[in-house]
């Protein structure tokens, strides 16, 4: 990796990536046929290079009360190896300070991304797209997108985009130097597409576009040990098929 600074703001980085993917199972009849695939095909090797360019304005990295943190990333593979796409992505998050009395910050978030098979083919279940549960809580790790009907196999996808609004504020009672902090969010997004061979028995509809949002509540600590937090969310446009997870723990990042 090399990564060089272009003004104060801006830098930009090179990467080579080289990864070995092993799948393995016990019991491959219980698996749907794009898994049975990469673990006949096992072990896979993936050969990328990538630029990202990050553009950072924020005034703290800790808790931010202004600035913009924002980048964008392409990444090309088929240098060798067994994946050949291109994929762009890119996030974005903005910081807004309501009130410097009561300390009350508002964020604004989104990130999007498409990816394309470079030689026409067919994409490996492992190169798509996942949408974890930090991108649009109340859904659990690989809980929405393409999915198979057998075994719930997730199978990400070829597009995604996602928003998210949040305020947090200190908690009232607590002094300020306790750390802890109170939040409302929500959160917007999908992810669509699919590319993967042997995926003829999917859920219906699920590689389609398909809008899930999320609303909740947020403890956050800053704890010794970094930023935590706990984040309650309430699912309210979702497809029967998602897997819903709204209790969530985890680290309060500014990106």
């Not at 995926?199 to 999320?214: I, M, N, P, T, Y």
Request: hydrophobic share 35%.
């Amino acid at each position: 990796r090399v990564t060089a600074p272009i003004n104060n703001d801006l830098t930009t980085t090179f990467r080579y990536n080289y990864k070995e993917v092993d799948y393995t199972s016990d019991n491959k009849d219980a698996l749907s046929q794009p898994y049975v695939n990469v673990v006949n095909g096992s072990p896979w090797l993936i050969s990328s290079v990538s630029n990202t360019l990050s553009y950072n304005t924020l005034d703290t990295a800790i808790l931010p009360h202004e600035g913009i943190a924002a980048s964008l990333t392409q990444e090309l593979a088929g240098l060798g190896g067994d994946s050949d796409y291109y994929k762009l992505s890119g996030r974005v998050r903005g910081f807004y300070t309501v009130s410097d009395e009561q300390d009350i910050i508002a964020s604004l978030a989104g990130s999007a991304g498409h990816m394309l098979s470079t030689r026409g083919k067919s994409l490996n279940v492992f190169d798509q797209f996942q949408i974890d549960s930090n991108d649009i809580r109340g859904f659990a790790d690989t809980g929405i997108g393409t999915r198979m009907k057998k075994n719930d196999d997730p199978l990400g996808g070829t597009t995604y985009f996602t928003a998210s609004a949040e305020v947090t504020f200190p908690l009232p009672g607590l002094s300020p130097d306790a750390g802890f902090r109170g939040g409302f969010f929500m959160d917007a997004g999908t992810l669509y597409g699919n590319e993967v061979k042997g995926a003829k028995d999917k859920e219906e509809g699920s590689d389609d576009l398909h809008l899930r949002a999320a609303a909740g509540a947020s403890l956050i600590w800053a704890s010794p040990f970094g930023p935590l937090r706990v984040d309650y969310a309430v699912p309210f446009m979702k497809e029967d098929y998602d897997i819903v997870q709204r209790l969530k723990f985890g680290i309060s990042t500014s990106f």
